[in-house]
């Protein structure tokens, strides 16, 4: 599945995250913070996407929930304010980074 | 009729060593491989001839329950298989037709096993209650086995199945990245214990290999924390590998091959690192494969192999644990109270942690599945996942106001909190056995 | 065709059933057991194992517990089957004077053992009524019953009338007429079919019956030992260095590929 965001096709897979993380910009979170009914975009939530991003980019994969709550200082009930949909399945999701799979 | 979840496609199915077969192929190929299955296992040579359809197992399925399916019934679902083997590998089916119960293979078999088969959690509650004791989760494991081998499989079970071969563990956390985690982990027991807790982290010669699930490096990390706790209490030697991170087995629920060579990881392991005992963590079906399955599959075997919570109550006498002023139940984890042996002791770890411990009813061996079982995650089947946990939404609802809800696997831990809230119970607290046995245990005398 | 019926056909029918049962108990316990099938909690040593099967097998216990109504009929109906099987070894061997063992007369032995004997074909009747009316009365039954299920009960329905027909109204069945036969069948000295129509009926129905029965459900019979055995076995203890296997159906490059 496949989608236009700003003139650019971008693939997504079935759960509608990025297929490809090299491709992230900002104008697919813009697309994913409408999906995923986060609303518009603050700070808060940059905070925590750049975090998320910085720690795959040196790790390539999500950190654990709890290291995100500490290193960003929101507690998990704000990161669900955040994002509804959850750190792993929204938060995520807005970074770029590939959906977090296994017994979750 | 199209399947309640994400297919693998072809791509996928080729990073994993699978292939599609092609559609032409497909009756002779499942026939074919029916056949082999009925010849390698009594269980379902004798599950394909015994079933009287008296239908005492429609009312003691979660899954029936739940989805008021009629395809969900046990008997129901078994017969999905056993009306193709009737009609192609017995002479009275083959003779007789729909008067004995066969059935032609058609363009909708499959899509129909794919169907109902991932709406088994193979929680086995049919046998416990069937007067012959058939056991579905047997052809289940079956069919979804013979499924996949004709590259026919949930998005869901490749891509957790391309992670471990890829990392050695269903989340692919690269090993980097398991460092990190256990820093961060031995961090948070630092500023909890003022003490030096290591998770090492394949560690040479040592005696122990500690196999956690995944996902105690992921969400679950108290799990973890309380696992490390008790081992440094007791003074063991012990190591987790990131060449098998990985409690669970997802081979024993999709395919038997990937199953046996997940084992073989685990023997590897623990042979290149000397240890003499392997811990399992808290995953259910990763315990049922490891202890049911390696000695017929993997062996000779030549270490031991543990559970958390069977080591841990083993141990109760050598352990220091203050009360904690909490109201806790226990969900048994189908595969511990059915498949695996382990009943009485997260009863024993859990009174000898908290002031009050409540029975949810039915328990033990007669417990509800949570309705995730046998790797019933899958987001996209979330509707049929809250059918399949409404028994175990009921059962914890009856208690009233509960503290701490342990459920001592990892997919019930994915699964159940959703269904409490999809259900609207409020329950402060969830998670492990172990977890609590972290918070309990008094390190500092 | 009485002879086709007396002579030909009990053989064939016995010949059948032996050789069909033993047919399908020898390709079930030839085929492997890859993985240990342990219901926990696994019963502790044989003794427990025994009567865990035990009990299933004498009181259908989780049966009991999960539908008291069903157990009851097809508790009956099988602990009947069990009393006129029993029933007609003794009773014809005996001539119905086998309680005098138990010190009655004879004529008392004879009553009591027709009063037993159809006491229990009554019930056995009224039990296989009542299972029938539930196949066709429970949704979830019904649906899930195909043909062969009626047929089984029709037919074993069918043996019990056919029998009770003779208990009930017949007086002048030879009892020792059809041991004489009996006798002779069993020692291969063929002797004349007793020319009783009702005898005839009844001993028909019992042969198809006879050589039904490996090819239908009721093959449930064997596969409950075969089955228990499995669910009770004790689970494998590590370390393990003997009598393990490598399965290859289960591993990469086994016999499938």
């Known amino acids: 599945m496949s989608v236009v965001i700003k003139g650019q096709e971008i693939e997504l897979d079935e759960d509608g995250f990025l297929v490809d993380p090299g491709l992230w910009n900002e104008d697919i979170v813009e697309y994913f913070a409408k999906a995923e009914d986060v609303g518009d975009l603050t700070e808060k939530h940059w905070k925590v996407i750049n975090y998320l991003r910085d720690y795959f980019k040196k790790f390539g994969i999500a950190p654990m929930i709890r290291k995100l709550c500490k290193d960003t200082g929101f507690t998990l009930k704000e990161i669900y304010e955040l994002f509804p949909s959850g750190p792993a399945k929204g938060a995520c999701k807005l970074a770029g980074l590939p959906k977090p799979t296994g017994c979750v | ?445 | 065709m009485l002879n086709f019926i007396g002579q030909i056909l009990p053989y064939l029918a016995g010949g059948i059933f032996i050789a069909g049962m033993g047919w399908r108990l020898w390709t079930w316990l030839r085929t492997p057991v890859p993985f240990k099938m342990t219901l926990s909690p696994a019963p502790v040593g044989t003794a427990q194992r025994f009567i865990k099967i035990g009990q299933e097998l004498l009181i259908f216990k989780t049966l009991r517990q999960s539908d008291r109504r069903l157990w009851l009929w097809a508790w009956m109906m099988h602990l009947c089957l069990a009393a006129i099987i029993g029933g007609h070894i003794t009773g014809i061997y005996f001539l119905g004077q086998q309680f005098t063992a138990l010190g009655l007369s004879i004529n008392e032995s004879v009553k009591l053992s027709t009063i037993l004997g159809s006491l229990s074909g009554i019930l056995i009747f009224a039990s296989l009524v009542a299972l029938l009316y539930r196949r066709t009365s429970n949704a979830e039954v019904k649906r899930l019953s195909d043909p062969a299920d009626y047929f089984d009960i029709l037919l074993l329905l069918a043996v019990v009338i056919s029998g009770l027909h003779m208990r009930l109204t017949s007086l002048e069945v030879d009892l020792p007429a059809i041991r004489t036969y009996l006798g002779s069948l069993m020692t291969f000295k063929p002797v004349s079919t007793p020319q009783n129509w009702i005898f005839i009926s009844h001993y028909f129905l019992v042969n198809i019956l006879l050589a039904y029965l490996p090819f239908s459900k009721m093959l449930h019979m064997t596969g409950f030992f075969v089955n228990k055995a499995m669910m009770t076995a004790t689970p494998p203890v590590y370390p393990s260095s003997l009598n393990a296997s490598n399965i290859s159906a289960f591993r990469k490059g086994g016999v499938s590929e």
């Open chain 2, 1 to 445: 009729m199209k399947p309640p979840m994400h297919v693998a496609k072809e791509t996928d199915l080729a990073a994993i060593g699978f292939a599609v077969s092609p559609l032409q192929e497909q009756q002779q190929k499942t026939v074919g491989k029916l056949n082999e299955l009925v010849n390698a296992m009594r269980s379902l040579s004798v599950i394909m001839e015994t079933c009287t359809k008296c239908g005492i197992c429609a009312n003691q399925c979660h899954s029936y329950l739940g989805t008021d399916d009629f395809n969900n019934i046990p008997a129901a679902r078994a017969d999905l298989v056993r009306r193709i083997y009737k009609r192609y590998l017995t002479l009275r089916g083959k003779y007789l037709g729909s008067y004995v119960g066969a059935e032609e293979f058609d363009d909708q078999t499959l899509t129909k096993w794919l169907t109902y088969f991932y709406q088994c959690n193979e929680c086995r509650r049919c046998a416990r209650f069937c007067p012959f004791g058939i056991d579905t989760a047997e052809v289940t494991i079956a069919a979804r086995h013979i499924l996949s081998e004709l590259g026919i499989m949930p998005k869901f079970m490749q891509g957790i199945t391309a992670n471990m071969i890829k990392s050695g563990n269903n989340m692919g956390i690269p090993k980097p990245a398991i460092i990190d985690c256990a820093e961060f982990m031995e961090e948070e027991i630092k500023e909890e214990t003022g003490l030096d807790i290591k998770i090492p982290i394949d560690k040479p010669n040592s005696d122990v290999l500690y196999i956690p699930s995944s996902a105690d490096f992921f969400t679950n990390i108290d799990t973890m924390i309380g696992a490390a706790k008790l081992f440094y209490k007791l003074g063991l030697n012990w190591t987790i590998s990131s060449s098998i991170l990985e409690a669970a087995n997802f081979g024993l629920l999709f395919n038997l091959k990937v199953m046996s060579e997940h084992n073989d990881r685990m023997k590897e392991a623990a042979l290149s690192l000397g240890a003499k005992l392997v811990i399992q963590g808290e995953c259910g079906h990763g315990w049922r494969a490891a202890k049911m399955y390696s000695e017929g599959v993997n062996g000779p075997i030549p270490f031991e192999i543990i559970h958390i919570l069977d080591f841990c109550a083993l141990n109760l006498d050598n352990l220091q644990l203050r009360k904690l002023p909490l109201r806790v139940t226990l969900h048994d984890p189908c595969n511990y109270a059915r498949a695996g042996e382990i009943c009485e002791q997260p009863r024993q770890i859990l009174r000898a942690c908290v002031d009050e411990f409540v029975e949810m009813t039915p328990n033990r061996d007669e417990n509800f599945c949570c309705g995730g079982g046998s790797g019933i995650l899958m987001d996209e089947m979330m509707e049929i996942r809250m059918k399949l946990g409404k028994m175990k939404a009921d059962q914890v609802k009856a208690l009233g106001k509960i503290d701490y809800l342990a459920m001592p696997c990892s997919i019930c831990k994915a699964q159940i909190p959703n269904v409490l809230s999809h259900y609207g119970i409020d329950i402060a607290n969830m998670g492990g056995v172990m977890d609590l046995v972290g918070k309990a245990i008094v390190l500092n005398e």
